[in-house]
Structures are given as structure tokens and as C-alpha cells.
């Protein structure tokens, strides 16, 4: 099993920065990628990064590219989500996730773990 805990949300106006961290525990030498997703209030969970945890390869929603990076530090076996720009639109809760095979990456059907989520609120 993995666990993962998220921390970093908060409250922040639009234009500014927040930063995510993901700390993973447990069988982390499992784990093949580490993701974020969110989910605002009414709607569905949707994908917002991935990053793979042994290379270098990175994805993002088109929504958010440009404004977020995300990154690991393996040694802590910590992933990060920097998120810049930051729009009202981007308020939701954001959750970590964890899988151990390659696939879709933006599906999070193929996620075997998940955090329990960070609240972030942009204000206009």
C-alpha cells in the first residue's frame, strides 16, 4: 500500500501562487507515476498533471499549462505542484494520485492511490 497526504491549499487572490506538496509513504518504490487532479463544487474530477516517477516525462490539462509546473524530489518521495497565474476557475479540491503502470495518464480510472485533498480557493 501507498499513502499519500497533500498539503498546501489555501486561500488566494487571483494572479497569485500556491503551492501543493504530496508526500508519499509506504511502498513507494511501487509507484510508476504521481498525478493531480481536482474537483470543483457540481462537477466532475478532472486531470490537472502528471509526472512520471522514475523519468522526466510531464503532462498537463491544457488548462493549466504554462501556469503550473508540477515536480518530485524522489529522496523525500514528495511530488509538487506549483501553480501560478492562479484564476478563480482553478478553485476546487485538489487530490493527489499514484499508479503503478504505465496508461493513460489523465484517466483516473488507472490511479491506484489518492490522497484525501486540499481545499484552494481563488478569489476574484
Known amino acids: 500500500q501507498v499513502q499519500l497526504v497533500e498539503s498546501g491549499g489555501g486561500l488566494v487572490q487571483a494572479g497569485g501562487s500556491l503551492r501543493l506538496s504530496c508526500a508519499a509513504s509506504?511502498?513507494?518504490?511501487?509507484?510508476?507515476?504521481m498525478g493531480w487532479f481536482r474537483q470543483a463544487p457540481g462537477k466532475e474530477r478532472e486531470f490537472v498533471a502528471s509526472?512520471?516517477?522514475?523519468?522526466?516525462?510531464?503532462y498537463y490539462a491544457d488548462s493549466v499549462k504554462g501556469r503550473f509546473t508540477i515536480s518530485r524530489d524522489n529522496a523525500k518521495n514528495t511530488v509538487y505542484l506549483q501553480m501560478n497565474s492562479l484564476k478563480p476557475e482553478d478553485t476546487a479540491v485538489y487530490y493527489c494520485?499514484?499508479?503503478?503502470?504505465?496508461?493513460?495518464?489523465?484517466?483516473?480510472?488507472?490511479?491506484?492511490?489518492w490522497g484525501q485533498g486540499t481545499q484552494v480557493t481563488v478569489s476574484s
Open positions: 509506504g511502498r513507494t518504490f511501487s509507484i510508476y507515476a
Open positions: 509526472i512520471q516517477w522514475g523519468g522526466s516525462s510531464t
Open positions: 494520485a499514484g499508479r503503478t503502470s504505465p496508461g493513460t495518464y489523465y484517466s483516473s480510472a488507472g490511479y491506484n492511490y
